[in-house]
């Protein structure tokens, strides 16, 4: 079993910043793979980031790109994604997920998680515009 724990969420007003960090326990973290999701009141669950198991892959959702960066720290067993310019439809719960396959390629990466093992319980961001 691998625990994940987010934080850093909070409420921020539009154009600012927020970076959050999700702790891992209960395996070793190199050999997960890393990814952040998010879900919007009424909408579906969506791809924001991932990281493969020594960061040096990364993928970002195109929407989200040149905002969003995505990073780990393995001696850390966290991952953090960094945001900036933060927009009012960035307002979401934010999870993070872990599974020991990395789902990116040079297409894209799955865009709906349904294929990672682990789950945090979500940390709540909100951008006041």
């Known amino acids: 079993q691998v625990q994940l724990v987010e934080s850093g969420g909070g409420l921020v007003q539009a154009g600012g910043s927020l970076s959050l960090a999700c702790a891992a326990s209960g395996r070793t973290f190199s050999n997960y793979a890393m990814a952040w999701f998010r879900q919007a009141p009424g909408k579906e669950r969506e791809f924001v980031a991932a990281?493969?198991?020594?960061?040096?892959?990364?993928h970002v959702a195109d929407s989200l790109k040149g905002r969003f960066t995505i990073s780990r720290d393995n001696a850390k067993n966290t991952v953090y994604l960094q945001m900036n310019s933060l927009k009012a439809e960035d307002t979401a719960v934010y999870y993070c997920?872990?599974?020991?396959?990395?789902?990116?390629?040079?297409?894209?990466?799955?865009?709906?998680?349904?294929?990672?093992?682990?789950w945090g319980q979500g940390t709540q961001v909100t951008v006041s515009s």
């Open positions: 990281i493969s198991w020594t960061g040096r892959s990364t």
């Open positions: 997920a872990a599974d020991p396959t990395y789902y990116c390629s040079g297409i894209g990466c799955r865009p709906k998680g349904y294929e990672y093992d682990y």
